[in-house]
């Protein structure tokens, strides 16, 4: 338990001091601002595509926000890169249940990369909203790509 919590708290904090996919980039094919006024999270999100339109390239975003929120982003960064653009909608949806879990975790979290580390998040109902910021504005992005 105790080392689980720690593990959880070690990838937050590296991801929010990191922050990979950081910095938007001009050619996005779509893109997404989300807020969460509980906490005052913010962020922009923006989606690279392959050339044949078909995966998900890169993300790329901007923000400022709690440590939960930045490292969510970070994750969801290296989760998306090289993912099929039509396998993105159940891995959102996963996440979403995970972070809905209120602690009990999924059957298999595996889709979901070390981003399932986050689901220590789904025990502080507050903080759910942090941790979905970036994954909300991604099914966004992809809503604006149809
Ligand atoms: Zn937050």
């Not at 996919?21 to 989606?47: I, K, W, Y």
Request: glycine share 8%; with cysteine; net charge negative.
């Amino acid at each position: 338990m105790s080392s689980l919590d720690d593990l959880y708290q070690q990838v937050i904090l590296d991801h929010a001091r990191e922050k990979h996919g950081f910095g938007l980039r001009d050619g996005s094919a779509a893109s997404s601002h989300q807020m969460n006024p509980t906490c005052g999270d913010e962020l922009t999100l923006q989606v690279h595509l392959s050339a044949d339109g078909q995966t998900i390239d890169s993300l790329s975003w901007e923000g400022a926000g709690c440590s939960i929120s930045m490292a969510s982003a970070s994750l969801l960064s290296d989760l998306a890169a090289g993912m099929p653009v039509t396998d993105a909608p159940a891995r959102i949806a996963l996440f979403r249940e995970l972070m809905r879990s209120k602690g009990a975790g999924v059957d298999d979290d595996e889709p979901l990369g070390d981003a399932a580390v986050l689901e220590g998040v789904s025990r502080y109902i507050a903080r759910v909203k942090c941790a979905m910021l970036a994954w909300v504005a991604l099914e966004d992005s992809l809503a604006g790509l149809r």
